[in-house]
Every structure is written in structure tokens, then in C-alpha cells.
């Protein structure tokens, strides 16, 4: 169970990072490119799928539309 509660503690952080970093980075930054590859390589996880469907309403309007549009549309 604790290791359960860190593994998601760190997975809300993260996704608490990408986000700050799609707000603050230029859109033609390259840093924007390792954001999306990384949520890309991240999103194979099923614990990023459980805590983006708990928390998505907590981050950026425009992170989460980024998301749904570029990183989890099948």
C-alpha cells in the first residue's frame, strides 16, 4: 500500500511538471519536443492512465486538451 501511495505521489508530480513546463516553454522550444516524447513513452503505463483520469481536472486547460488531442487519441 505505501509503495502503491509513492509510485502515485510521483506520478501526480511528474504530471504536475509537464504541465508547468507546457505552460512556461515556448512552442518552439526543444524542450517541448522531450515533453511530448515523454509523456508519449510515460502514457504506456497504467499507472499515468489512472492518476491523468483522477487529476486531469487539476492541471491547465490547454495541457489537458494537448494530452487527450497528441498524446492518448488513438
Do not use: C, G
Request: without cysteine; negative net charge.
Amino acid at each position: 500500500e505505501t509503495d502503491e501511495y509513492r509510485a502515485t505521489a510521483h506520478m501526480m508530480r511528474y504530471l504536475v511538471n509537464m504541465d508547468w513546463m507546457y505552460r512556461e516553454l515556448p512552442t518552439d522550444s526543444p524542450e517541448r519536443n522531450y515533453l511530448q516524447q515523454s509523456l508519449i513513452a510515460n502514457s504506456a503505463n497504467p499507472l499515468f492512465l489512472r492518476v491523468w483520469a483522477d487529476q486531469k481536472t487539476w492541471f491547465s486547460p490547454a495541457f489537458v486538451e494537448m494530452v487527450e488531442k497528441e498524446i492518448l487519441a488513438d
